[in-house]
């Protein structure tokens, strides 16, 4: 699948994917998600892939508008980014998608069909949607439409993430797919991509992907002038469903990878004296 990254050297405020070719980008991402969906299978005891289905760099102010209507449920899986490039890389799953994921990896350990608990009583559900609402313009009585239908949908994606074997397992996907992506993308541009925790949230896409857009503002100072997004894959016996993969990076230079990959370089050398071994080889920008 095409990527829309060049491959020139980067200028100032740019992504610090594309200080590499289409050809090392498409199969450094290609290699994470393998590793990814070799490491869930190993978890989950049953053949899991992690494919991309389609790769993009899009515009910084595109970005709040990425998945779709604002009002639409997601959950995402979040993780801070420290080390030569700061920012943020989400995991963002339509509320239904990762819901339905939950089932699949839980498939193999269970006798009877799997079930989320994500759907909510009437009283529950009453009660999530005026919480959801408040601060909000509610439609009159009887003229609901869309917008409720929303609000209950996020007031059951939130219902999920109360369920600690969902949360649990939300949380372990994302650390699997966020780190085995860092580790690689840290190896084709020869930095320090260092992942935190994993926390997992539910929101309308509008106010996640804003929120996260502040977030890495605040982290980072700045933000690159384009948007890393991969589409994801997510398979096993019992089906599929789709996510997007999305890193959110520092705004970077040339001479800012320089550093970077000057000061990996720095560590790799301080790794391998303290435990005997050679250098580590460290590929140039």
Known sequence: MPVTSPSNPPA????????????????????????????????????????????????????????????????????EISGSIPGLLLLLFPAEAASRLVQMMLSPYLDEPVTTDATLTADEAAASKDTCAQGTDLPAPGAVSAQEADLTSLAEASHLLEDEMALSVLAEVDNVVGSAFLNVMADSIAGRLIPSPPSVVADMAGALLSTALVSTLERAGRVAETV??????????????????????????????????????????????????????????
């Open 228 to 285: 890393s997004v991969v589409h994801t894959s997510f398979g096993t016996p019992d089906g599929q469903v789709e996510a997007m993969l999305i890193w959110l990076s520092a705004a970077t230079s040339a001479e800012m990878l320089a550093a970077a990959a000057a000061a990996a370089a720095a560590a790799s050398a301080d790794a391998s004296a303290s435990d005997g071994s050679g250098p580590l080889p460290v590929r140039p920008v």
């Open 12 to 79: 100032a405020g740019v992504h610090p994917a594309v200080a590499v070719s289409t050809a090392i980008w498409q199969a450094s991402v290609q290699r994470a998600l393998a590793q990814a969906g070799q490491a869930l299978s190993g978890l989950t005891n049953q053949d899991v892939t992690v494919k991309e289905t389609a790769e993009e760099f899009i515009p910084l102010d595109r970005f709040p508008q990425l998945a779709g209507p604002e009002e639409s449920p997601m959950i995402a899986g979040l993780q």
